[in-house]
């Protein structure tokens, strides 16, 4: 149980953060738009205003379960199969002070009024194209004239 606030729930935060996949796709009558997410699709850009999002809370959910459920089995299984697993209270503290950081800052781009939540995601998409990236990275969008719209 210790293991699961010092360890698993942080590199969760931070592995969500840090790392995820991408996925060029056209909505049904909607513009073109790359939504993120892994393993399913949770954000995408608001089309009512510039800088606001779209976020589907029941694919954002399954998306940090699968996460959980990622570091939980291999923190498990070493712990339990390898090496029994201490971990120093450094390295403690800078775990929950990075996670909490990811976390506020999470909030604060979600808490925007300009943001729309939905449960599940109300709209069919075509998707056209995927990849993963690290959030350094900035995967440029296709260009749209190279697909055509099947739906």
Not at 139 to 144: A, G, Q
Request: hydrophobic share 55%; charged share 15%.
């Amino acid at each position: 149980m210790n293991l699961i606030w010092k360890l698993i729930i942080p590199l969760t935060v931070i592995s969500m953060t840090a790392f995820t996949k991408w996925w060029y796709v056209f909505p049904v009558d909607a513009p073109d738009t790359k939504m993120k997410g892994f393993p399913l699709p949770f954000v995408c850009p608001g089309w009512h205003t510039s800088m606001s999002l779209q976020i589907f809370l029941v694919e954002f959910f399954i998306d940090l379960i699968t996460y959980f459920a990622f570091w939980f089995v291999l923190v498990y299984g070493i712990n339990r199969f390898l090496i029994r697993i201490k971990i120093h209270k450094i390295f403690t503290i800078l775990l929950l002070t990075t996670s909490g950081l990811l976390t506020v800052v999470a909030l604060l781009i979600a808490v925007d009024s300009t943001n729309v939540f939905y449960a599940k995601r109300p709209f069919e998409i075509q998707v056209l194209e995927v990849g993963y990236e690290f959030i350094w990275q900035d995967i440029e969008k296709p260009d749209w004239n190279d697909y055509e719209r099947d739906i």
